[in-house]
């Protein structure tokens, strides 16, 4: 299981929403790049960087960042946050981006976000399938639609998708262990998928638990910065 660190940005920052709550933002690092060295020198692969600015202006806003980021750590950047347009996602990929990942923009613009699928190929493009009680929420979660998760997930991978990330939005930032149920019932209704669990990883335990279901990967962010997980035992993992 690929174990992928988070970072969250706002104002070029590393930050943490807790249920992607603005007004409950908390600051961990005016410098991502220090951030991103100290999971590339853990011996960390992966990384998830979402533009929490971008997705509120629905617009790409921290691309410089990325860019350092890339720049400068041989670390694979998933991005997403904000990219709602061709001009986007193409700024995306030549600042260093390895994929990126759209969710409010398969809900609002299918046939745009079909074109991205296309274009860049499934290797590139990841679906965002961010849930409320299994309703696919968007615009940074500040809206959850009608569309069942299930039915979300499968009409995509019908059209080629193959990785998506899944967050259970009443999970995100409390510490309070991963939505186990909802990632058992993605994988048994769509197996093919590669299935990223996002939100919730509150211990090393979770991770355990996600990596024993045979999940592709596991986003972890909160519990990396309140220190309820050690880089130590998820550079371990990653490289057992």
């Not at 690092?29 to 991103?36: H, Q, T």
């Not at 398969?106 to 699928?117: D, G, H, N, V, Y």
């Not at 995100?172 to 909802?182: A, H, K, T």
Request: a negative charge.
């Amino acid at each position: 299981m690929h174990i992928i660190p988070a970072i969250d940005l706002i104002d070029g920052k590393c930050v943490r929403l807790t249920q992607g709550d603005y007004s409950q933002k908390k600051e961990y690092n005016s410098n991502p790049l220090e951030v991103a060295q100290m999971f590339a020198d853990a011996g960390l692969k992966r990384l998830h960087l979402v533009d929490l600015d971008g997705a509120k202006q629905k617009r790409l806003v921290n691309h410089k960042v990325l860019e350092k980021l890339a720049t400068h750590t041989s670390l694979h950047i998933d991005f997403g946050g904000g990219i709602q347009s061709d001009e986007d996602i193409r700024i995306a990929f030549e600042s260093g981006a390895q994929q990126v990942t759209g969710g409010s923009i398969a809900i609002r613009k299918p046939e745009l976000f079909e074109s991205w699928l296309k274009q860049h190929g499934n290797e590139k493009i990841i679906l965002g399938a961010d849930a409320k009680n299994e309703r696919i929420a968007v615009s940074g979660w500040e809206e959850t639609t009608e569309v069942w998760i299930y039915d979300f997930l499968e009409e995509y991978s019908r059209k080629g998708v193959k990785y998506v990330i899944s967050t259970d939005v009443a999970k995100d930032g409390l510490l309070q262990g991963p939505s186990f149920e909802l990632y058992k019932n993605i994988q048994d209704k769509t197996p093919e998928l590669k299935l990223v669990a996002s939100g919730g990883v509150s211990n090393i335990g979770d991770v355990e638990r996600l990596a024993e279901m045979n999940i592709f990967g596991v986003i972890i962010g909160k519990a990396i910065y309140e220190g309820t997980i050690q880089l130590a035992d998820l550079s371990r993992m990653a490289n057992a």
